[in-house]
């Protein structure tokens, strides 16, 4: 079974930086682009980026520039580092599998791991 | 970047109820477009993909339509276990977006 697990929330303070990782157990890491989604506390899902199995990335326009999402094929790691840090980027971030569903590839986030919580607040 | 819209915001229905929710693109995103639910605390679970796939092991009362700006995700029959949230999002190209949600509670 595919296991994702989201590590490296914490409280931070705004105008910092924070790295967050996501591991995964259970399947062909390289294989596969995955996105990283989040959502504020009591709020609805946020696309935030996504990485292609070759490295190419996409990014909200809310995070361009200050985020940086990357990956580890060796490691099964996938990796957000977040700078400048502001109260509006505090949520639950989610890594998401991407599997390109069907004939003809659709984009469908069928693996997610459980989340992990950032605060930013001073 | 294409903006998703969501009606309604939320609904309150019965055990049994056939319930549809609608989703908008402000473009046309052809079939680039999923349906997803997330319970209170857990981590979203995808249920249609390319508009109007089901995924894989779920259950065949969920079903999805539409095409280019319009789309519906429809419950035939309404189990205890569908009360959730549930959001569309277009994967038709970068920034993908996902719409504001749908709150299905008991009525």
Redesign the interface.
């Known amino acids: 079974d595919v296991q994702l697990v989201e590590s490296g929330g914490n409280l931070i303070q705004p105008g910092g930086s924070l790295r967050l990782s996501c591991v995964d157990s259970g399947f062909t890491f390289s294989g596969y682009s995955m ?1 990283w ?1 989040r959502q504020a506390p009591g709020k ?4 935030v980026s ?1 990485i292609s199995s070759s490295g190419t990335t ?4 809310s995070v361009k520039g200050r985020f940086t999402t990357s990956r580890d094929n060796a490691k099964n790691s996938l990796f957000l580092q977040m700078n400048s840090l502001r109260a509006e980027d505090t949520g639950v971030y ?1 890594c ?1 599998r991407d599997s390109s ?2 004939t ?1 590839r ?5 693996s ?4 992990t919580l950032v605060t930013v607040s001073s | ?1 294409i903006q998703m819209t969501q009606s309604p915001s939320s609904l309150s229905a019965s055990v049994g109820d056939r319930v549809t929710i609608t989703c908008r693109a402000s473009q046309d995103v052809g ?2 477009l ?1 349906w ?1 639910q ?1 319970k209170p605390g857990k ?4 249920l249609i ?2 508009a109007s ?1 089901l ?1 894989s092991g779920v259950p065949s009362r969920f079903s999805g339509g539409g095409s280019g700006t319009d789309f519906t995700l429809t419950i035939s029959s309404l189990q205890p276990e569908d009360f959730a ?1 549930y ?1 569309c ?1 277009q ?1 038709y190209n ?8 749908t709150k299905v509670d008991i009525k």
């Open positions: 996105n989604v609805g899902l946020e696309w996504h996409y990014y909200a326009d989610y998401a569903c069907g003809y659709y984009s469908c986030f069928d997610w791991g459980q989340g | 970047a079939n680039d999923g997803y997330q981590a979203p679970k995808l993909f390319a796939s995924q949230t959001y999002l994967d970068y920034p993908f977006t996902f719409g504001p949600g």
